[in-house]
C-alpha cells in the first residue's frame, strides 16, 4: 500500500464548475501537506500547503485536512480550461521534510 | 526571481555508460533533494542534502552518488546506466526556515538511456 494514495482519475469537470480532488495517507504522524500542480513533462509547482486541521484558502483553491480520517482534498472554484493537469498529494517526512507522492489524478476541464 | 537550475536539460546516454546531473538551488537555499520521476509515475526521493550533508537517503541504487559542493550547488553520479533509469530528474531546494517549508523544483532533466 503507497503511503499517499490518490484516485488516480480523470476527472473530468465543466468549465466553471468545482473540482474536488482527494488524497488519503497512512503515516499518522505526518504533520505537513501539499498540492502540487503538473503539466505533462514539466516539474511540479506548489499550489497549496497545510499543516493544522480544517480549511486554507487561497484564491480559486482550497484545502482541507482531516488528521483524524487522514484525509486531504483539494477544492479548486471556477474551473479553466488551464487547470487540466495532473495534481500530486505529497506529505512531507522524515527530517529533512522529504516528499512523499501520491500517484497524482489526471484533471480535465472541459469547455 | 531566480530559479532552480539543472543541467542539462536533455541528456541520452547508452546502457552501461556514466551520467553526471547537476543541480543549482535558488540563492541562499541551504538543502537539496532529488527525485526520479519514471514515465506515468509520481516522482521518487531519491536522496537529500542539508549544509553540504546529506540529510535523508531514499530509493537510489547503489549504481548512483550525489553530493553537494561548497556553493550548495550538487551533482548526481549515475553509473551503470540501465534502460529503467529513463526518467525525468528532479532537483528541488528549500531555504533556511521551518521543516515545513516549500520546495521549490528546477526543470528537470531527460534522461534517456538505449
Known amino acids: 500500500q503507497k503511503e499517499v494514495e490518490q484516485n488516480s482519475g480523470p476527472l473530468s469537470v465543466p468549465e466553471g464548475a468545482i473540482a474536488s480532488l482527494n488524497c488519503t495517507y497512512s503515516?499518522?504522524?505526518?504533520?505537513?501537506f501539499f498540492w502540487y500542480r503538473q503539466y505533462s513533462g514539466k516539474s511540479p509547482e506548489l499550489i497549496m500547503f497545510i499543516y493544522s486541521n480544517g480549511d486554507k484558502e487561497d484564491g480559486r483553491f482550497t484545502a482541507q485536512l482531516n488528521k483524524a480520517s487522514q484525509y486531504v482534498s483539494l477544492l479548486i472554484r471556477d474551473s479553466q480550461p488551464s487547470d487540466s493537469a495532473t495534481y500530486l498529494c505529497a506529505e512531507g517526512t522524515g527530517g529533512g521534510n522529504k516528499l512523499t507522492f501520491g500517484t497524482g489524478t489526471q484533471l480535465k476541464v472541459e469547455l | 526571481a531566480a530559479g532552480v537550475i539543472q543541467s542539462p536539460r536533455h541528456l541520452i546516454k547508452e546502457k552501461r555508460e556514466t551520467a553526471t546531473l547537476k543541480c543549482y538551488p535558488i540563492p541562499r537555499h541551504d538543502t537539496v533533494y532529488w527525485y526520479q520521476q519514471g514515465p506515468g509515475q509520481d516522482p521518487q526521493f531519491l536522496i537529500s542534502?542539508?549544509?553540504?550533508?546529506?540529510?535523508d537517503k531514499g530509493s537510489i541504487p547503489d549504481r548512483f552518488s550525489a553530493q553537494q559542493f561548497s556553493d550548495y550547488h550538487s551533482e548526481l553520479n549515475m553509473s551503470s546506466l540501465e534502460l529503467g533509469d529513463s526518467a525525468l530528474y528532479f532537483c528541488a531546494s528549500r531555504g533556511p526556515g521551518t521543516p515545513t517549508s516549500r520546495q521549490y523544483f528546477g526543470p528537470g532533466t531527460r534522461l534517456t538511456v538505449t
Open positions: 503515516d499518522r504522524g505526518s504533520q505537513s
Open positions: 542534502f542539508y549544509e553540504k550533508m546529506q540529510s
